[in-house]
């Protein structure tokens, strides 16, 4: 027992140091159970099932699931929560299976478990690396109090068009903000030692380029040179993976014709051989059995293909359970494989502490100390408030007083099934603070009268889809017409007008792609009518996705986009509108002028025929008839209630050579009227190299907070390692060459300095 001991911690410390990227060594606890398995338990440990009852996002719901687990069929479940039920299938594994293997329970916790966060899009565009991996800490804390040990996420899809409706799940579109924001998250979620209950394995998803899905429509093909893969793409998966991320999940799309989930050079090539990955590989829900509409072949031919792909564990299809004892008799897979997949399986169990105590995530006193507690509430409060971006400013209402007389008109104003965002299953909308409860929270001595003023939306046909997971855009039973008036009743009694308008929850995220992105029609003309009433008008938007909202930005009035914001959302809202705290979130994927220019990002490369600066259109240039290239907001943008100047951008040299350093730094004053924080970014522009460079990229970042008056210098530290990218040939290189470079609040600012690499 006690060498036993031993070894765990000797291992523990291993793990703690190195991660599941690194791990070489074979654990002898696993080996040992490896050789007492059959053939078929090793199979049974590569299924992964769900009972139903959660969130099921295909058509499949796990049969039988009971009898399946008592056969040694079954390697881990999801869709499942609470200690009592788990110990309940936990126990079928442990004591009802001839080895007693104990299952991995998993979880998609994409945003907080039962304390919800604002989405992943919202929370990347506060640029606080601190406070994100603090949310997913939480998140990893009350979803292992509920008896989860694996999530499926971080989702770190690099997205680049905004009619796809997952790109709410993630961090927008730049690769280096994108990596270090998946670095937070395995951290939060894996934090030092997986054998601490109140941690959980991360899963780096959707591997790969699930974001790329062409015409923004889900689930479709991606077909993409390698070089734009490893320089635009990966990245974050990388990084993930680097920081120890433990599994990581298959996609959906077909990549360059061989879909993710049975692409060999992607599970095997790229991931292990060349990344060096040690934890396991999931399929996405159903994916294997997709690679049959795909154009695979029948389910034992895609099931083999996976597995030699390098699949590990097949979600909720059961390919590999019905077809792979059938492929090894055939000589289509090996059992060695087989062996390899479940060895990395039962290495994650392992490391997960569940062979010394399969109940450790099963207290059942957890739940009630660890959930949605106060503290846990503040988090999100303040990770809301941070999240937002306050687009545009008209006058200077804004911050409100707090005694002013408010008319907080529109169909999210009121509405507690909405704040909550995509892909929280297992929050509770009921528990959200909803806009009009948070203003009276923050402001008692206003005067706040509310009115619905229009429907999410009046088309019932689309009403109808967006309410799958209950009622999110209902039409009310009064008219439009009704509606609008009493809500220019409202406005006109009051002295400010606090429009809450913007997307049901559902409208973005999984199989919620729009072709038209725009605010729907019903609040637009709610809008039109309150500007006319001639009070000022601030618009609070909420959205999974950029919106195009180029009619709204050319209005006199204030907008701040708040995205789905959690189960704290109307006090956030309220923080921010009265002041409490400074807006000061920054966009992470480009907001076009219209779904025409879309895919639009800020890093493109540039034409031989390049739009005239002055944006005016041009013959044979690369430019539109009817439209600028420039985009409505671009990336790395956001207002703030006060103002930063930049001045004296400079490099502590004018040459960096491979073994040296260089600093870039710049001045920034707070010159407006409040204290705030600032997001100072920093981009390079390499202006010649083997392929063609894009025309900036983001290299660093630091948010501080300047006091009214005050200024900073903020520095960024710049080495060879910084200028790498990937060739011709995919090798990480740097070129030696003159570099541009700009230190600014968002992406658009003109080059202020240069460097040169030296040979
Ligand atoms: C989604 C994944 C999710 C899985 C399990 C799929 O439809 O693409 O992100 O983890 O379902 O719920």
Same mark, same amino acid.
């Given at each position: 027992m006690k060498s036993r001991i031993l070894s765990i911690l000797i291992l523990g410390l291993i793990f703690s140091i190195s991660?599941?990227? !690194?791990?070489?060594d074979k654990i002898p606890e696993v080996e040992a159970l490896l050789e007492k398995m059959t053939l078929e338990e090793k199979i049974g440990q590569l299924n992964l099932l769900t009972p139903g +009852?959660?969130?099921?996002?295909?058509a499949v719901v796990s049969k039988n699931v009971e009898d399946k687990i008592k056969a040694g069929k079954v390697g881990g479940l999801f869709g499942v929560s609470g200690p009592e039920k788990i110990r309940i299938a936990q126990e079928y594994a442990v004591n009802d299976t001839r080895l007693g293997i104990p299952l991995l329970i998993g979880s998609d916790v994409i945003h907080g478990y039962r304390t919800t966060f604002p989405i992943p899009l919202g929370l990347s565009s506060s640029w606080d690396m601190d406070l994100i991996q603090k949310t997913a800490s939480i998140a990893a804390k009350e979803a292992t109090a509920d008896g989860?040990?694996?999530?499926?996420?971080?989702?770190v899809d690099i997205a680049r @068009?905004? $009619?796809? %409706? &997952?790109?709410?799940?993630g961090a927008g579109e730049d690769p280096f903000l994108g990596s270090a924001v998946a670095r937070a998250m395995v951290k939060g979620y !894996?934090?030092?030692?997986?054998?601490?209950?109140a941690t959980m394995i991360a899963t780096v998803k *959707?591997?790969?380029?699930?974001?790329?899905a062409e015409a923004g429509r889900d689930y479709n093909t991606v077909d993409m040179s390698r070089v734009k893969m490893f320089n635009e793409y990966l990245p974050p998966y990388k990084a993930a993976i680097d920081a120890g991320a433990g599994s990581v999940m298959s996609s959906f799309n077909d990549i360059n014709g061989i879909p993710a989930t049975g692409n060999k050079w992607l599970l095997? @090539?790229?991931? $292990?051989? $060349?990344?060096g990955f040690e934890g396991f590989v999931v399929s996405d829900y159903t994916s294997l059995n997709e690679m049959i509409a795909h154009g695979m072949g029948d389910l034992q031919a895609v099931s083999a293909l996976a597995l030699n792909a390098g699949l590990d564990m097949d979600m909720v299809g059961e390919g590999f359970l019905s077809t792979l004892k059938k492929s090894v008799e055939e000589g289509k897979v090996s059992e060695e494989d087989i062996t390899v997949a479940a060895r990395r399986v039962l290495e994650a169990k392992y490391k997960l502490g569940l062979f010394e105590d399969?109940?450790?995530?099963? @207290?059942?006193?957890r739940p009630e100390s660890d959930i949605l507690t106060e503290a846990h509430r503040e988090v999100a409060r303040k990770a809301a408030a941070r999240s937002f971006v306050l687009l545009k400013k008209e006058?200077?209402?804004?911050?409100?007083?707090?005694?002013a007389k408010i008319?907080?008109?529109?169909?999210?104003?009121?509405?507690?099934?909405?704040?909550?965002?995509?892909?929280?299953?297992? %929050? /509770?909308?009921?528990?959200s603070v909803p806009i009009l409860q948070g203003l009276k929270n923050v402001a008692p001595n206003a005067e706040i009268t509310y009115a619905k003023?229009?429907?999410?939306?009046?088309d019932a046909e689309l009403a109808e889809k967006i309410n799958?997971? +209950?009622?999110?855009?209902e039409i009310d039973k009064k008219s439009p017409e009704v509606l609008l008036k009493e809500a220019l009743q409202t406005a006109n009694n009051a002295e400010i007008i606090v429009a809450v308008v913007g997307e049901a929850t559902?409208?973005? %995220?999984?199989?919620?792609?729009?072709t038209d992105i725009t605010i729907p029609e019903s609040q637009k003309k709610l809008i039109r009518e309150l500007l006319k009433t001639g009070k000022p008008v601030v618009l609070v938007l909420m959205s999974g996705r950029p919106l195009v909202i180029s009619e709204e930005m050319e209005m006199p009035l204030s907008i701040l986009q708040v995205w *789905?914001?959690? #189960?704290?959302a109307g006090n956030a809202v309220a923080d921010v509108l009265f002041g409490d705290y400074n807006p000061s979130g920054k966009l992470t994927a480009t907001w076009p002028r219209? #779904?025409? !220019?879309?895919?639009?990002?800020?890093?493109e490369k540039n034409t031989g &025929?390049?739009?005239?600066a002055s944006g005016e259109f041009e013959k044979f240039?690369?430019?539109y008839l009817d439209s600028p290239?420039?985009?409505l907001l671009p990336f790395g943008y956001g207002l703030s209630y006060t103002e930063f100047e930049y001045s /004296?951008?400079?490099?502590?040299?004018?040459t960096l050579n491979e073994n040296g350093e260089i600093t870039i730094s710049a001045t920034v004053t707070n010159t407006g009227e409040f204290d705030g924080e600032e997001v100072v970014q920093l981009y390079l522009h390499?202006? #010649? $190299?083997?392929i063609t460079p894009p025309v900036k990229e983001l290299k660093g970042f630091k948010k501080i907070l300047l006091k009214k008056g005050e200024s900073k210098t903020v520095d960024f530290k710049i080495s060879v390692e910084d200028l790498k990218f990937y060739n011709a040939n995919l090798e990480y290189v740097f070129e030696p060459g003159e570099f541009e470079f700009f230190i600014a609040g968002s992406s658009v600012h003109p080059f202020t300095g240069t460097f040169t690499v030296e040979e």
């Open positions: 991660g599941f990227a !690194q791990s070489q +009852g959660g969130v099921a996002t295909g989860i040990n694996w999530n499926f996420s971080p989702m @068009d905004p $009619r796809w %409706g &997952r790109i709410a799940e !894996q934090g030092e030692d997986l054998t601490n209950p *959707h591997f790969a380029l699930y974001g790329a095997t @090539d790229l991931l $292990r051989d $060349r990344w399969p109940y450790l995530y099963l @207290d059942e006193n006058g200077s209402i804004l911050p409100l007083k707090k005694n008319g907080l008109i529109g169909p999210l104003a009121n509405n507690k099934n909405n704040m909550l965002g995509t892909w929280a299953p297992t %929050g /509770d909308p009921q528990l003023g229009a429907n999410i939306t009046d799958v997971f +209950g009622p999110r855009a559902e409208m973005s %995220g999984e199989a919620a792609s729009r *789905h914001p959690g #189960v704290e219209s #779904v025409g !220019q879309i895919p639009i990002y800020y890093a &025929r390049p739009e005239p240039k690369s430019n290239n420039s985009p /004296d951008a400079k490099a502590s040299s004018n390499d202006k #010649v $190299r083997s």
